[in-house]
């Protein structure tokens, strides 16, 4: 029977830890960097240019129906190639996931504000609103408070898509466990340690996304 080791990992406590930082470090990044290419991308989709709003479309397809793991591994070797520039692992990681989240952040944000009542908006530009001022202060503040439960949703998702830099050797905390695992031949104790890990920092983000949700919802 196999006999469950896991004081053999405290000697490891200081890969752990890192593996850890580096992968709420990446977390952060991506999630503000998402954000941001999610509200202009959002805007655009809602713009009244035909070229910007079906260019952007393109765009999220593109993110949204590709697997994740083929956009990190495609950023990191075949987009040198073809721009003939050099993409370290993290710098790959940060581009392909901005991205991917930011077509997902994006459909949130467009979804918000076409949810709004048009006749907010017709009322605004009867005041004499120009589109820029009815957006900023009739739609989007509305439309923001709907938004907040998804956006805090797919900020979990870009957590969870972290674990996946460990194919391009980023040392966050899968990649760590995989080279304590090889270390000390414990694969069943690291990878338990690892889903522990994940579990308490994905178990408090995921029940508030859903007291934001229920409050929202008044349910």
Same mark, same amino acid.
């Given at each position: 029977?196999?006999?469950?080791d896991?004081?053999?990992?405290?000697?490891? %406590?200081g890969?752990?830890?890192?593996?850890?930082?580096?992968? $709420?470090?990446?977390?952060?990044?991506?999630?503000?960097?998402?954000?941001?290419?999610?509200?202009?991308?959002?805007?655009? #989709?809602?713009?009244?240019?035909?070229?910007?709003?079906?260019?952007? #479309?393109? *765009?999220? &397809?593109?993110? %949204?129906?590709?697997p994740?793991?083929?956009?990190?591994i495609? *950023?990191?070797?075949?987009?040198?190639?073809?721009?003939?520039? &050099?993409?370290?692992?993290?710098? /790959?990681?940060?581009?392909?996931?901005?991205?991917?989240?930011?077509? *997902?952040?994006? &459909?949130?944000? #467009?979804?918000?504000? @076409?949810? @709004? +009542?048009?006749?907010?908006? &017709?009322?605004?530009?009867a005041l004499?609103?120009?589109?820029?001022?009815v957006?900023?202060?009739?739609?989007?503040?509305?439309?923001? %408070? %709907?938004?907040?439960?998804?956006?805090? !949703?797919? !900020?979990?998702?870009?957590?969870?898509?972290? !674990?996946?830099? !460990?194919?391009?050797?980023?040392p966050d905390?899968?990649?760590?466990g995989?080279?304590?695992?090889? +270390?000390?031949?414990?694969?069943?104790?690291i990878?338990? $340690?690892?889903?522990?890990?994940? *579990?308490?920092?994905?178990l408090?983000?995921?029940?508030?996304?859903?007291?934001?949700?229920?409050?929202?919802t008044? /349910?």
């Amino acid at each position: 029977m196999y006999q469950w080791d896991f004081g053999s990992l405290w000697a490891y %406590r200081g890969i752990i830890t890192a593996g850890v930082l580096t992968t $709420l470090a990446y977390t952060a990044v991506v999630i503000v960097s998402g954000l941001l290419v999610g509200v202009l991308v959002g805007l655009g #989709r809602v713009s009244s240019s035909r070229l910007l709003a079906g260019s952007l #479309r393109a *765009f999220v &397809e593109v993110f %949204r129906c590709t697997p994740v793991l083929v956009q990190l591994i495609w *950023f990191y070797y075949a987009l040198p190639v073809l721009l003939g520039i &050099e993409l370290t692992p993290g710098t /790959a990681a940060v581009l392909a996931l901005t991205l991917y989240g930011g077509a *997902f952040y994006s &459909e949130i944000v #467009r979804g918000g504000i @076409i949810s @709004i +009542d048009p006749g907010q908006v &017709e009322a605004g530009q009867a005041l004499g609103m120009t589109r820029g001022q009815v957006m900023r202060r009739i739609v989007l503040p509305q439309a923001f %408070r %709907r938004m907040t439960p998804p956006l805090v !949703s797919q !900020s979990i998702m870009q957590l969870k898509n972290t !674990s996946l830099l !460990s194919v391009l050797a980023v040392p966050d905390l899968l990649y760590q466990g995989q080279v304590i695992a090889h +270390d000390t031949y414990r694969p069943l104790e690291i990878y338990t $340690l690892v889903a522990v890990i994940y *579990f308490a920092i994905l178990l408090p983000a995921t029940m508030l996304a859903k007291r934001l949700e229920a409050k929202t919802t008044g /349910a």
